[in-house]
């Protein structure tokens, strides 16, 4: 939406465009009763579920966000038909063991031995592998949001006293674990204890890529 000109200002006025649907169900129970004079209690339990789905973006772009390094790599994406800022990026595949093999992988990221490996999915087409690593083989990784959260809170009191317990959790969401990246590959250098286990050409038998700063998981 352009402002008139005679406000002086050329640019656009933020507005929103996109859309959202979200449906579920919440459940809550709660039972609660005396024993004595001196003694009662009461319990209570609840659970909701949730199917988060973005139906439009109107007239913007898909929302890459979710930084969680200092050098700038993001990890989400916002798009139609998937819920609000979903992870997004390559899909692992294992490490390269050698330079031969990463040469023959058509990777567009440059790898070499002890990098890691990324899956081949798709093609500019939308079609299935292409024999390329490139940004097209990127894809949802999962969901941020739970889709089941529960809950249970227990109370009693005797006398003059009283006690109070609360549980609660989550089920059915990815988490990026971006303490990881930063332990391996971050400008501050690797710091975790598992960055010993680094992949070398004396030890091929790790799940953790070569040490260095130029890999790009997203």
Do not use: C
């Amino acid at each position: 939406m352009g402002l008139p000109l005679y406000t002086g200002f050329g640019n656009r006025v933020p507005f929103n465009t996109a859309s959202i649907e979200n449906e579920g169900f919440e459940f809550l129970a709660n039972y609660s009763d005396s024993l004595s004079e001196d003694f009662s209690f009461s319990i209570s339990g609840n659970f909701t579920t949730l199917n988060n789905e973005v139906t439009a973006l109107g007239d913007a772009t898909p929302i890459i966000e979710g930084q969680f390094t200092s050098n700038g790599l993001r990890g989400t994406k916002t798009d139609v038909g998937q819920p609000v800022s979903s992870f997004f990026g390559y899909i692992v595949d294992g490490i390269y063991q050698t330079d031969a093999e990463a040469l023959a992988a058509n990777d567009n990221n440059n790898p070499q031995a002890g990098d890691l490996r990324f899956r081949d999915i798709g093609g500019p087409d939308g079609s299935g592998p292409d024999g390329i690593v490139d940004e097209n083989d990127q894809a949802f990784l999962g969901n941020p949001a739970p889709n089941f959260e529960y809950g249970l809170n227990i109370s009693a009191s005797y006398k003059n006293f009283d006690m109070s317990l609360f549980f609660n959790g989550v089920s059915g969401n990815k988490i990026l674990n971006g303490n990881k990246y930063r332990g391996y590959f971050d400008t501050e250098g690797p710091y975790l204890t598992d960055a010993l286990r680094a992949w070398t050409p004396t030890n091929t038998n790790t799940n953790i890529p070569r040490s260095t700063q130029s890999v790009s998981w997203f």
